[in-house]
């Protein structure tokens, strides 16, 4: 009697010690069981009309789950007395295509009587970022479910909480330790910018006015450089954009490592990986291993979706992912 008394106890003390036991695989087997393939199927028809689908949902859920946790909390609007998430400014241009993506994808999903509001916001941007990652050719992987969607979205809660393209290692780490992920699995996400876009005023301090001695940054690539500064010239255009991966720009690969080991990094917070002796080890192994890269990025993508999860009175399901309820 003891025995089962302190078993239990055991396992109670276990289970709410793990913040991931509250998703797990297949958690909508029993009340929608087909909201993969609705959302996989809404997601590619996105995905056919414009490449730019798979930046903006990877980087969506980043920020998302970076701020206050995966609660899609970064998809609601700013109303008159409250300024949302998405309206700071560093909000960094997140792009219209993912917003859009994850309210199609929820209209398909609502279409199924079943499903109908049961499926939160929070998970249909999990699941769609998982399907836009395969669909570029990255590592396909089961999305844990389960996420409430969050009852708060305020742009002051951005503050501080996001990595800057000037951050060194010591800040990237620290950055992502809060969010309980390691210095591996930064490396693994950071990955994340073999595809997509940048505008020049995220980089162009590195072309023009690095420091007195070198208006250069000395760890880029010569000739990356003169081909960056040819795309972005000194008066920076806010209208341009460039692609982050100079080499494989719609391949979700380990080109991104390759690309640092060459000094085309585009940001600081990306040469830095390969620049810093503590992680540079790391970049080396994934730029000759994809497999160990890409197993190294499912288990950091799948952290990452367990960051500031929200269950029980701390969320509910939104009827519409740009509005509480
Ligand atoms: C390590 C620190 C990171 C920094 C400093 C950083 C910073 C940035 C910046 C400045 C941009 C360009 C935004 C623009 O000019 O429009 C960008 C784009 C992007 N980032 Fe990151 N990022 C980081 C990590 C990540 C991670 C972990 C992910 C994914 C999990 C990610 C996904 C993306 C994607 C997909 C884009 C392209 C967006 C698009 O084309 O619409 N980033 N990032
Ligand atoms: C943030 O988003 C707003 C509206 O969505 C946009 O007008 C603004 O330019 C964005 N800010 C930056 C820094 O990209
Ligand atoms: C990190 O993990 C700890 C222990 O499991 C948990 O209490 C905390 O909420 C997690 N932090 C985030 C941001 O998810």
């Known amino acids: 009697m003891t025995r089962l008394l302190t078993l239990s106890i055991i396992c109670i003390v276990l289970w709410s010690s793990s913040t991931s036991a509250q998703l797990r695989r297949n958690f909508y087997a029993n009340i929608c069981p087909n909201v993969e393939s609705i959302v996989r199927q809404a997601v590619t028809l996105k995905f056919q009309q414009t ?17 206050q946790g995966c609660d899609a909390s970064v ?5 008159a007395r409250n300024k949302a998430e998405k309206d700071h400014p560093d909000n960094l241009s997140l792009a219209g295509d993912g917003f859009d993506t994850v309210i199609k994808a929820k209209a398909a999903v609502d279409q199924i009587p079943s499903c109908r509001n049961r499926v939160s916001c929070a998970d249909i941007l999990a699941m769609a970022t998982r399907d836009v990652i395969s669909l570029a050719g990255g590592p396909s992987y089961a999305v844990e479910l389960g996420r409430l969607d969050g009852l708060r979205s305020n742009a002051a809660d951005v503050n501080g909480n996001l990595p800057q393209p000037t951050s060194n290692l010591d800040q990237l780490n620290a950055i992502f330790g809060r969010n309980n992920l390691t210095q591996d699995d930064m490396i693994a996400l950071s990955a994340c910018h073999t595809v997509g876009f940048s505008h020049c005023s995220k980089f162009s301090t590195r072309l023009y006015s690095f420091s007195r001695q070198n208006p250069v940054d000395p760890s880029l690539n010569k000739n990356y450089a003169a081909q960056l500064q ?68 499912v288990q950091a993508i799948t952290k990452l979706g367990r960051v500031g999860v929200k269950t029980g009175r701390n969320g509910n399901v939104r009827f519409d992912c740009g509005r509480f309820n």
């Not at 798979?54 to 970076?66: E, K, M, N, Q, S």
């Not at 998809?75 to 109303?79: E, H, L, M, N, P």
């Open 75 to 79: 998809i609601v609007a700013s109303t």
């Open 51 to 67: 490449f730019v689908t798979v930046p903006a949902v990877i980087r969506l859920f980043f920020h998302d789950c970076f701020v």
């Open 230 to 297: 040819s795309m972005c010239p000194r008066i920076v255009d806010p209208r341009i954009a460039i692609n982050m991966d100079p080499t494989t720009p719609r391949i979700f690969d380990n080109a991104y490592f390759k690309n640092l080991q060459n000094g085309m990094g585009l940001f600081t917070s990306d040469q830095v990986l390969f620049t810093d002796r503590r992680s540079r080890l790391t970049v080396n192994t994934w730029a000759k291993r994809p497999l160990t890269f890409n197993n190294a990025f």
